[in-house]
């Protein structure tokens, strides 16, 4: 394990930056987090999350695919893709380490989303234990530890200095590039503090939330359970549960002229919006209960049955914390799980 | 650059000729600008077409992979993507990637046994691919039935080579159908379902469906209640898609979704995934 005081965490970033672009989570002007690029005084937020998950960074809200140029009759197709540069994402909790698994089981299975793989291929992933817990969190209810969070390097911050612990190869790279500053250390620090976030985990009010009534093959039993009535009547589908969620990766392909040619973008989509499976002969989803259902049965049922039992869900908290009409799925949950 | 392909990047493909079909249908034949075929397909497989600026949507290709010249593609027009193409010329470019889906197991299920297709309006466009493939490799299957309806004759797709050529086929039936009694017209006037129940099939047979979800649901009960089980049953969906493989999430129905795991189903897999296609 490798130690550095947190006096020195501006002299880290300063080295990792030098040859890698560094995402870090940074206060916002509105008290929000938000990952972004680290420069020369920028200060790392001491807040427990971002609002937007750090999804962003490999499959971004809006990205240009291609372009083309047509003249007459005829068209160019221009591939405009590039190598992603090589970054470094900083503090990231368990949860969203662990939302980058689901995504890769979606853009990485066959055929590669190439513009995802090649920002995966070229970042380094720091993840930080979580310390002080809030009480929209539930990852331990998917099986994730915040106290030992994955990525590339796992790192715990007390009150006076981090630590990192390298799981990969690209982790020991990373380390060895900052081994300067760091220095050699035995774990007693880092085991007092994760002995103190179990306590705190387990008072949490999710705490007994469980998947027992989810997972693949559920479908028939809970398709027509009476919670996707009941708790659809409030949804206003707005779709911020899509795009605050770290796992949503549903998208749209849309064109843009520019009037020198067309670019052809991705960008977030959301099952909560109507227009989502609106096509020429209909509308299979026509009401907001059917499209409330999608996004939880997705979640819950066809992701873990298409992926080996692994839930859509990270028990980040953001839908929690976000939605303007207190909806979310730990409610769903609850709901179908029958009350405690 | 040295980035692995990716399917989301079409090739271009050129219009070779347009046939007009119907007062709403037309049939494209699409190639390369090199003058080959875009991709190898195989019956039942699908296409993502577009026009830069206007959109692109997911087509099946109508004719059957034993074309190797060309490709074709019967398309109504319904939308955006449609109409634009109804009004392209010979010469125009558009963008072409796939093939999409899974196609129809002609090689192995349907080897060897009576096939009966069922169409109804531009439902035949899939379905087209399959009787072509089928007919080109005559001596692998048995009798071959097909019933197809339309609101009025002029709705009639591919009305020429039905009458010229699957008409005059050895062991090949076809059984036509129009909504409404029309001046002109000699055949059967009724709905596809009603008339599949009037023909009344014996059940020895491989059934294709493809037409309006309604026809779709009709004819198919009528098939269970001739004593036809679902598993002698296939059709071919369509919902909105964007990627094609499986990652937009747009197609997803229960655990599968349309563009990769159909859009080709046997019936009695379709009564595994919730109703909602």
């Not at chain 1, 560094?22 to 938000?34: C, F, H, I, N, R």
């Not at chain 1, 750090?54 to 499959?59: A, I």
């Not at chain 1, 909806?327 to 029958?338: E, H, Y």
């Not at chain 2, 349309?258 to 897999?269: L, S, T």
Request: hydrophobic share 35%; charged share 25%; with cysteine.
């Amino acid at each position: 394990m490798r130690k550095l005081s947190l006096e020195n965490i501006n002299k880290l970033f300063a080295a990792v930056a030098e040859d890698k672009t560094l995402y870090l989570p940074v206060d916002q002007s509105d008290g929000s987090a938000k990952y972004s690029k680290w420069a020369e005084g920028t200060v790392w937020s001491n807040a427990l999350n971002t609002v937007r998950s750090p999804k962003d960074l490999f499959f971004p809200q809006t990205e240009d695919l291609m372009e083309f140029k047509t003249e007459g009759k005829n068209i160019e197709v221009i591939d405009i893709r590039k190598e992603s540069e090589d970054f470094v994402i900083f503090g990231v909790r368990a949860c969203d380490v662990k939302s980058f698994e689901v995504l890769d089981r979606v853009f990485l299975s066959e055929p590669v989303d190439s513009y995802y793989a090649s920002r995966r291929e070229h970042a380094v992933i720091v993840s930080l234990a979580c310390s002080r817990p809030s009480e929209t969190c539930f990852c331990t209810t998917f099986g994730i530890d915040a106290i030992n969070p994955e990525g590339d390097v796992s790192a715990w911050k007390t009150a006076t200095d981090i630590y990192f612990k390298a799981n990969t190869e690209k982790g020991e790279e990373f380390l060895a590039s900052i081994e300067a500053l760091t220095e050699e250390s035995d774990d007693t620090a880092v085991n007092e503090q994760k002995a103190k976030t179990a306590d705190i985990m387990k008072k949490l009010p999710l705490a007994d939330l469980t998947t027992d009534s989810f997972g693949g093959g559920k479908t028939e039993e809970l398709w027509n359970n009476p919670v996707w009535d009941e708790f659809s009547q409030t949804c206003l589908g707005c779709g911020t549960c899509t795009f605050v969620c770290p796992t949503c990766q549903c998208y749209d392909i849309k064109d843009f002229d520019t009037g020198n040619g067309v670019i052809r973008y991705r960008c977030w989509d959301s099952c909560m919006y109507s227009e989502f499976t609106r096509m020429a002969h209909g509308n299979n989803r026509l009401t907001q209960k059917e499209r409330f259902r999608q996004r939880f049965m997705h979640k819950l049922v066809y992701y873990p049955e298409n992926n080996g039992g692994l839930f859509s869900c990270v028990g980040c908290g953001r839908c929690l914390s976000k939605c303007p009409i207190s909806m979310n799925i730990a409610k769903v949950m609850r709901k179908i799980g029958g009350d405690k | 650059m040295n980035m692995r392909e990716d399917t989301l990047i079409p090739k271009v493909g050129v219009i070779t000729d347009v046939r007009i079909d119907t007062p709403d249908i037309k049939t494209f034949r699409v190639v390369t600008p090199d003058g080959k075929k875009a991709f190898d397909h195989r019956p039942g497989q699908c296409a993502m077409l577009s026009i830069p600026g206007v959109g692109e949507a997911m087509f099946s290709i109508t004719s059957s992979p034993t074309n190797t010249e060309y490709m074709e593609f019967s398309i109504k027009k319904c939308g955006c993507v449609t109409e634009w193409l109804h009004q392209a010329e010979v010469g125009q470019q558009l963008t072409i990637r796939g093939p999409y889906g899974n196609p129809f197991p002609v090689d192995d299920v349907f080897a060897g046994k009576n096939m009966l297709f069922i169409a109804g309006g531009v439902g035949l466009a899939p379905l087209r691919s399959v009787i072509n493939y089928c007919r080109h490799y005559r001596d692998r299957y048995g009798d071959i039935d097909i019933v197809y309806g339309s609101r009025s004759k002029d709705d009639l797709l591919d009305y020429k080579e039905i009458i010229e050529e699957w008409s005059n086929d050895a062991g090949v039936k076809v059984h036509l159908t129009i909504d409404n009694p029309q001046e002109g017209w000699n055949g059967h006037v009724g709905f596809v379902p009603n008339y599949v129940k009037e023909l009344n099939f014996d059940t020895n047979k491989t059934a294709v469906l493809c037409g309006p979800p309604i026809m779709i649901k009709f004819t198919l009960e009528g098939l269970c209640s001739m004593g036809f089980d679902k598993t002698q049953i296939y059709t071919t969906l369509e919902l909105r898609m964007k990627c094609g493989v499986g990652k937009c999430g747009r197609c997803n129905v229960g655990s599968k979704y349309v563009c990769k795991d159909g859009p080709v189903f046997r019936c009695d897999e379709l009564d595994e995934l919730p109703d909602e296609y």
